[in-house]
């Protein structure tokens, strides 16, 4: 698994993608094995994911006392719900890329999108947190949430630009590709595994 400072160095890359610098190609493992390692940003993205589920928990437990006896369902269920949502784009990101002729271009989607997915899931946790702790600036909370949102889509979108180079209907596509399904399937998962509020 990448270390500490491999992370960082990953992360100062695709910060330099995000300017629109290629240099930051070179911060970045492209190779196949670079691909494969890029899912560890899964596990070094799991604390703040456990650390929202907890938030996330204690803020419908009052709506599903079942839960109470059942924490270990609602961790699986919500650990499914983030693996299918994290997945999912990186499949009809593939598709695109096969219909389009970008298979060279698809690694370093994959590896940016998945390291990128690091910082938001951190950012997200800390969120969530403050919604439940501070009921009353909720909507502080969703207006930052909804400024998280806007930040990764312009951050996927300046990735996109910066790997398949000026094509603004492509680039667009990608992006909508990456974000507009995993909200979906979010939504869509917790009401169908039940573990939205009511």
Not at 136 to 145: K, M, N, R, T, Y
């Amino acid at each position: 698994m990448p270390g500490l400072k491999e992370v960082e160095i990953y992360l100062s890359g695709l910060w330099l993608l995000i300017k629109g610098d290629r240099q930051g190609f070179g911060f970045l493992d492209l190779t196949d094995r670079g691909l494969k390692r890029s899912f560890f940003a899964i596990i070094w993205s799991l604390p703040g994911m456990v650390f929202s589920w907890v938030f996330w928990y204690r803020s419908i437990i009052d709506d599903m006392p079942d839960y109470a006896k059942a924490k270990a369902l609602f961790f699986l269920r919500m650990a499914m719900i983030d693996l299918v949502s994290w997945m999912a784009p990186l499949l009809l990101m593939a598709l695109i890329c096969l219909i389009f002729g970008l298979g060279r271009a698809f690694t370093a989607m994959v590896v940016a999108t998945n390291w990128l997915a690091l910082p938001v899931a951190y950012a997200n946790a800390v969120l969530i947190a403050v919604a439940v702790v501070l009921p009353d600036f909720g909507q502080v909370a969703v207006l930052l949430w909804l400024l998280l949102l806007m930040t990764m889509v312009g951050a996927v979108f300046r990735l996109m630009l910066t790997i398949v180079g000026p094509n603004i209907l492509l680039v667009s596509t990608l992006t909508l590709t990456m974000v507009v399904p995993t909200m979906i399937l979010t939504n869509f998962l917790e009401k169908f595994l039940d573990v939205a509020p009511l």
